[in-house]
């Protein structure tokens, strides 16, 4: 009589990790991923202070502090060029190319320290909606901090 061999029990697949992702859309990404913008330092900021860890979340932070960076400097513009007369929609415009218009005509209509004022005020905004302190950390290596040309 021939003994039965006990087959041995199935070794387990390798758990598979999820694929990590970006939370944001294609679209956001593909229009807000600048290395060159404001998010570039709040991404920086985020990582140094702890509030994101990964780089799919750093990309993230890039992305939307560009784009709530972007529509507070439009909104608060608009509301400055209001209150002295001057109507300007950046909501009707197209191309990238008529947005530096409508900035240019603001610039010449605006002085130079209302400017300045706004884009602090910009950086402040899409900070407070994203929870980013300013940080003065300088942890990155000099390749990554240098200026993009």
């Known amino acids: 009589m021939k003994k039965r061999v006990k087959p041995e029990p199935p070794t387990p697949a390798p758990l ?40 799919y979340e750093a990309v993230d932070v890039l992305c939307l ?3 709530m960076y972007e529509e507070a400097f439009h909104d608060l513009i608009t509301s400055d060029m209001a209150a002295v007369g001057h ?14 218009q409508l900035t240019s005509e603001a610039l010449a209509v605006l002085d130079d320290d209302r400017m300045r004022a706004i884009l602090r005020k910009a950086d402040a905004i899409a900070r407070g ?6 940080t003065n950390a300088e942890w990155l290596p000099s390749f990554l901090t240098a200026p993009v040309h």
């Open 16 to 55: 598979k990790r999820p694929r990590p992702y970006l939370m944001i859309s294609h679209q956001c990404f593909e229009k807000y991923f600048w290395l060159d913008g404001p998010g570039r330092k709040i991404a920086i900021d985020a990582l140094s202070a702890g509030v994101v860890s990964t780089s």
């Open 65 to 67: 502090a560009n784009m």
């Open 87 to 100: 109507t300007i929609n950046y909501k009707n415009a197209k191309t990238e190319e008529e947005i530096r």
């Open 129 to 134: 909606l994203l929870a980013v302190p300013e």
